[in-house]
């Protein structure tokens, strides 16, 4: 979801470029399958990565990008050079460049020849810091994952830490990852996204119901494809598993896409206020405890 990403970036909404962090800077002792991240914002998570010859680099983990992607500095480090292609981005088509990483780390993880999108990503800055790339779906979909924003840390592989979570049910394609959510009344599928942190609707497909939400203001957003004016508006009703989610809502126009015919728009893992959330790819669940 890579036009998502861009989308959002400078948007009003305020979600990549805050500077409030709640990590500090220590690594404590972790177990072989933990990393210590840094939490910005409470949603933004950011984690230690080796990619190549190079250690140390500030990435974003993010569950709403489909395919891993580095900084053009940190590619023209590597020596890395890219193949031009092309990705959607919002609501057309833009260039772009693929490339293979040899090698990328994280926390126990270590993946070979990685195919990667190079691209500027200057102006994500969680904490005032540029970030050297985003770790995406295509990596993290490889085993089930923990995510301790209370500890600030990232557990690999989880097996014994599930018991008396709520849960709701979570499905997987190649370029998404979606949890389903009820929207006044009805179920729905929502892309689970870490990068973000309001609920974002596609007005495609919610005609039935959008007279029924109070309209609260605008919002502009930029993108690749230009300035976009959308709507803030307020649910009747939101929740997840059972628990109700802030019903304060963006609509957005939704991409041309028939992939996300079935998708109403992106939730926000960390809208549930959650100490622990965990992405479990084995039964096809998101779990999470208070």
């Not at 649910?235 to 304060?248: I, M, T, V």
Request: proline share 5%; net charge neutral.
């Amino acid at each position: 979801m890579d036009w998502k990403r861009r989308f959002l970036a400078a948007t009003a909404i305020g979600l990549l470029v805050t500077s409030s962090a709640l990590a500090g800077r220590g690594k404590p002792d972790t177990a072989p399958n933990e990393l210590p991240v840094e939490i910005y914002n409470g949603y933004l998570i950011v984690l230690e990565v080796g990619a190549g010859s190079l250690q140390g680099l500030r990435f974003l983990l993010d569950t709403g990008t489909s395919i891993t992607s580095i900084d053009r500095r940190v590619a023209k480090k590597l020596g890395i050079i890219g193949e031009q292609t092309k990705v959607f981005n919002f609501d057309k088509f833009v260039p772009a460049e693929w490339a293979q990483l040899p090698e990328i780390a994280f926390g126990p993880e270590r993946v070979s020849d990685v195919p990667v999108l190079i691209e500027d990503l200057r102006n994500l800055r969680p904490g005032q810091k540029p970030l050297d790339g985003i770790i995406g779906l295509d990596l993290l979909r490889r085993k089930s994952f923990l995510v301790d924003y209370a500890a600030r840390r990232v557990v690999f592989g989880v097996t014994d830490q599930l018991s008396g979570m709520r849960a709701a049910p979570m499905r997987e394609d190649e370029t998404m990852l979606c949890v389903q959510a009820d929207l006044d009344g009805r179920p729905v599928w929502m892309i689970a996204d870490t990068g973000v942190r309001r609920t974002i609707l596609y007005e495609r497909g919610q005609e039935a119901i959008l007279e029924k939400f109070r309209i609260q203001g605008r919002v502009l957003a930029h993108s690749m494809g230009g300035t976009v004016e959308n709507r803030l508006a307020l649910a009747l009703q939101l929740s997840l598993g059972g628990q109700d989610l802030d019903r304060e809502v963006v609509f957005i126009s939704p991409p041309a896409a028939d992939k996300l015919d079935n998708v109403a728009g992106y939730l926000g893992p960390a809208s549930l206020n959650a100490k622990q959330i965990v992405f479990d790819f084995d039964a096809n669940q998101l779990r999470w405890k208070k």
